[in-house]
């Protein structure tokens, strides 16, 4: 659920490279024009270009390395789904290719596919064991979907080939967190920042781990200055939050909030449709860590249509992320009442409780929860908290 901490973490893995270029080149004029078109920032021409490529060597082995630059292409351009299906026929049309495998497995985790993207990205890992890509993406992509321990096994084997890499370190730290508890996730991040006093997110994540799972503000506040005091020249999400915890005003914020109210307007006709065309707008905003955006669009997407329990969750992990727990305790229940076996925002709802100091209900909720799903990890995690 800590959200926050999966975007701090992939800008570091993803800015070195999370889909690999092509070292082959055809050498046709059509694929040469559309990759200078491309570079040109013209990707309509230079997709149109590609295509017309393709079809006019049909069953041309260099059409693989065709298909591979199309998928990189559509991934730009946001069509996920065209860019899988594009990597996907690179392989088919010629086995062992690397670089394309990479991709697949890279687009099969967006989709949300974890097995078989885990599945495609081992055995690229094992065509070049002396490249740690496919296993770190595989990892992160394990974070984002919270599979904690698959996380985990991905990331060690990862750290493996790489040891000592603060980056993955801190990575698997957060499953870890999960997967095996606090102590240890705090032991391996003390150990990065012990190594390597300049790596930020170590001490961020160290500090963030006090003031929410060991309830230590002292130390919290220790980490948290030493973070800004690394830090003294940026401003962004993480900073603001570290500066906010150091003022002192969370319980502040906490006690204005619980007098705000989920608020939008009904529609008089839902229209999926366009709520869906919203949910995507919020989606992306939500990605890059815009909150405020998010929220925006997603009471957008709600009050084209408020039977979309989807909209009403996501709208909950963001006023999560954003500290606004009466708020996303709200959007998670309304979540809940459209779909009462939508056992992931009953969870959350629980894990709200939880932060909120309502232990009770929380362990009430998560009951439930795990009669619906009982191999349900992070609801077992949470109880075996609530009961220590």
Not at 71 to 82: H, K, V
Not at 225 to 240: G, P, Q, R, S, W
């Amino acid at each position: 659920m800590r959200i926050r901490w999966i975007r701090y973490l992939l800008p570091a893995l993803l800015i070195a490279g999370l889909f690999f270029g092509c070292s082959r080149k055809p050498g046709e004029k059509l694929y040469t024009e559309a990759l200078a078109e491309w570079k040109a920032g013209n990707p309509v021409r230079a997709r149109t270009l590609l295509e017309k490529s393709i079809r006019r060597r049909p069953g041309n082995s260099k059409n693989a390395a065709a298909y591979n630059q199309l998928g990189l292409l559509l991934w730009e351009m946001g069509e996920t789904d065209a860019a899988a299906d594009a990597f996907s026929e690179s392989c088919r049309m010629e086995t062992g290719q690397y670089d394309a495998l990479c991709n697949l497995g890279a687009a099969l985790c967006a989709q949300g596919e974890f097995e078989s993207a885990e599945r495609i990205l081992r055995e690229a890992s094992l065509m070049r064991p002396d490249d740690v890509r496919p296993l770190a993406f595989a990892g992160i992509a394990y974070l984002q979907n919270r599979k904690w321990e698959e996380a985990r096994r991905n990331l060690q084997h990862a750290l493996g080939r790489t040891p000592g890499d603060a980056r993955l370190e801190t990575a698997l730290a957060l499953a870890e967190l999960h997967a095996v508890g606090a102590e240890a996730a705090l032991k391996r991040l003390q150990a990065v920042a012990a190594r390597d006093a300049s790596y930020v997110p170590a001490s961020f994540n160290i500090a963030t781990i006090y003031r929410y799972w060991l309830k230590n503000p002292v130390e919290a506040r220790r980490w948290y200055e030493h973070y800004l005091d690394k830090t003294a020249d940026v401003e962004n999400t993480f900073t603001a939050h570290a500066r906010k915890q150091l003022e002192g005003s969370t319980g502040a914020d906490t006690a204005a909030e619980t007098s705000e109210k989920l608020s939008f307007r009904p529609p008089r006709v839902r229209d999926r449709k366009d709520a869906e065309k919203n949910f995507k707008k919020a989606v992306g905003y939500h990605k890059d860590g815009k909150l405020k955006d998010a929220v925006k669009w997603y009471i957008r997407a709600l009050e084209e249509d408020d039977s979309y329990e989807q909209a009403f969750y996501n709208l909950g992990l963001v006023y999560y992320a954003d500290e606004k727990m009466e708020l996303a305790g709200e959007a998670f229940a309304l979540a809940l009442k459209l779909n009462p076996a939508f056992y992931r925002a009953r969870y959350n709802g629980a894990l709200v409780d939880y932060q909120l100091g309502r232990f009770d209900r929380a362990q009430r909720e998560l009951e439930i929860v795990l009669t619906q799903q009982a191999d349900y990890q992070p609801a077992r995690d949470l109880m075996e908290r609530l009961r220590k």
